[in-house]
């Protein structure tokens, strides 16, 4: 039946609650239009643009899924607007489209994701281990392709910031941004530390500078995720079972005393990131809805910050065990 499927109203309308608005503040307004078949969320948005309120900001691309742009809170669930049908929703009922309310609104549903970006920078990059003599003279490395797949399910990411915005510890914490990476990059340093030719070593910056800790394993942000990526099982349980290891686990740090040590240390890790120094998340200057509780705009920097990250030269590997 043509109603089951477009999930209208018995008028053959969809009443959609869209919020409208700017950092100022706002106000949803609904707006009802005729219901069609086989449309997402993003095609009734453009319709409102398109005949109702062409002042309608929406921030979107690809209308694919795959640029992760439309990211927004439909009936307050984190969604791209792209991918979620009409069909899907309560047959009858007001469909509410909101902005992400963990990042700061620009206008109606385009929020300032900029936080994001900010921490990007402050995770190590990739330092590849230096070639064996047998992969000098092959002219390349070589690795397992067991140890390649590990990390590849990360590279998936769409970068549409929906975990970030459904997890709790910055959705209800503003104050937790200055000390938090959050999903997207437990999944960024994830891929990094599984990567087999990496030699740098994340996780006393994880665990005391991106706040991995503060992860209590809820899996919201598995929920909400496009590209299905496991992040809680297969990115954030791992990293803190390292995490552990480094610190509490005296088997292994026995092990790493013996071994030639192969990582670069936490501190030298962070040095390499394009941002300055092993600090947290907190940007340089600061971007809008960040708070900067430790002075008054400036980058906060190694030592400035309870739990401040290692001093230049010590490393997890020379700690001793707890
Ligand atoms: S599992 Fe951790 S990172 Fe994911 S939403 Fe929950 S608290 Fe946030
Ligand atoms: S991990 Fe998933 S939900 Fe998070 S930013 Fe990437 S694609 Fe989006
Ligand atoms: S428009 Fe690209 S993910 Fe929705």
């Known amino acids: 039946m043509a109603e089951e499927i477009i999930r209208s109203n018995q008028s053959g309308e969809v009443t959609m609650r869209i919020w409208r608005g700017d950092e100022e503040g706002g106000e949803f307004a609904e707006y009802v239009m005729p219901a069609q078949e086989g449309e997402v969320v993003l095609d009734v948005i453009h319709r409102v643009?398109?005949?109702?309120?062409?002042?309608?900001?929406?921030?979107?691309?690809?209308?694919?899924?795959?640029?992760?742009?439309?990211?927004?809170?439909?009936?307050?669930?984190?969604?791209l607007m792209c991918?979620?049908?009409?069909?899907?929703?309560?047959?009858?009922?007001?469909?509410?489209?909101?902005?992400?309310?963990?990042?700061?609104?620009?206008?109606?549903l385009v929020t300032d994701v900029s936080y994001n970006y900010e921490v990007a920078k402050r995770i190590p990059p990739l330092s590849a281990r230096e070639k064996t003599p047998?992969?000098?003279?092959?002219?390349?490395?070589?690795?397992?392709?067991?140890?390649?797949?590990?990390?590849?399910e990360f590279r998936k990411c769409i970068?549409?910031?929906?975990?970030?915005?459904?997890?709790?510890?910055?959705?209800d914490h503003e104050e937790n941004k200055?000390?938090?990476?959050?999903?997207?990059?437990?999944?960024?340093?994830?891929?990094?530390?599984m990567?087999?030719?990496d030699t740098n070593d994340r996780r006393q910056l994880l665990q005391e500078n991106q706040g991995?800790?503060?992860?209590?394993?809820?899996?919201?942000?598995t929920e909400v995720c496009p590209e299905h990526i496991k992040i809680t099982?297969?990115?954030?349980?791992?990293?803190?079972?390292?995490?552990?290891d480094a610190k509490y686990d005296p088997v292994a740090w026995l092990g790493r005393k013996i071994r030639t040590r192969s990582k670069r240390s936490a501190a030298d890790a962070a040095a390499l990131a394009p941002s300055q120094g092993p600090a947290a998340v907190l940007p340089p200057g600061g971007v809008h809805g960040i708070p900067q509780p430790h002075g008054q705009g400036g980058p906060v920097l190694a030592g400035s910050v309870p739990n401040a990250p290692v001093a230049p030269g010590q490393s997890v590997e020379e700690d001793a065990p707890e």
């Open 178 to 193: 200055t000390a938090y990476a959050g999903p997207r990059f437990f999944i960024r340093s994830a891929e990094l530390e």
């Open 49 to 79: 643009q398109a005949s109702e309120a062409p002042d309608l900001a929406c921030r979107w691309n690809c209308k694919a899924g795959k640029c992760g742009s439309c990211s927004a809170e439909i009936n307050g669930r984190p969604s």
């Open 212 to 221: 991995l800790g503060k992860c209590n394993i809820t899996k919201c942000c």
């Open 233 to 244: 099982d297969n990115a954030i349980i791992p990293l803190k079972e390292r995490v552990v």
């Open 159 to 171: 970068e549409c910031f929906l975990c970030q915005d459904v997890c709790h510890v910055v959705r």
């Open 195 to 197: 990567h087999p030719l």
């Open 134 to 152: 047998d992969e000098v003279e092959a002219g390349g490395y070589r690795m397992a392709q067991i140890d390649v797949e590990r990390s590849q």
């Open 83 to 108: 991918m979620t049908r009409m069909d899907t929703l309560p047959p009858g009922e007001t469909v509410t489209v909101a902005p992400m309310r963990a990042f700061p609104v620009i206008r109606d």
